[in-house]
């Protein structure tokens, strides 16, 4: 079973850039596609983005689209989450996935999961 470790959460002000980290522990990591979700308080968790297992295609959330960019490199079992021009409606605990396709959205189609990394962006 593929083991996903996210880093790279943190406090940041409006405005302010951050990146996560994915780290797998298997080589089939390769072979995924990879997915970041978040769930803010109170609300259901939800899809932010994802990539193909080769690197090739992406898919975002509109409320994301244009801020946040979603890469992998194979070689290092990593996946990886820039995410600029960060809003008060970003703050939420972020989490990685891995699954079968980058264009499914639905949380119960995606096989592993990491713990999560908490971002907060204050105002």
């Known amino acids: 079973q593929v083991q996903l470790v996210e880093s790279g959460g943190g406090l940041v002000q409006a405005g302010d850039s951050l990146r996560l980290s994915c780290a797998a522990s298997e080589r089939t990591f390769r072979s995924y596609a990879m997915g970041w979700f978040r769930q803010a308080p109170g609300k259901e968790r939800e899809f932010v983005a994802a990539?193909?297992?080769?690197?090739?295609?992406?898919y975002y959330a509109d409320s994301v689209k244009g801020r946040f960019t979603i890469s992998r490199d194979n070689t290092k079992n990593t996946v990886y989450l820039q995410m600029n021009g960060l809003n008060l409606e970003d703050t939420a605990a972020y989490y990685c996935?891995?699954?079968?396709?980058?264009?499914?959205?639905?949380?119960?189609?995606?096989?592993?999961w990491g713990q999560g990394t908490q971002v907060t962006i204050s105002s």
């Open positions: 996935a891995a699954g079968p396709s980058y264009l499914d959205s639905r949380l119960e189609t995606w096989y592993h």
């Open positions: 990539i193909s297992w080769n690197d090739d295609s992406t």
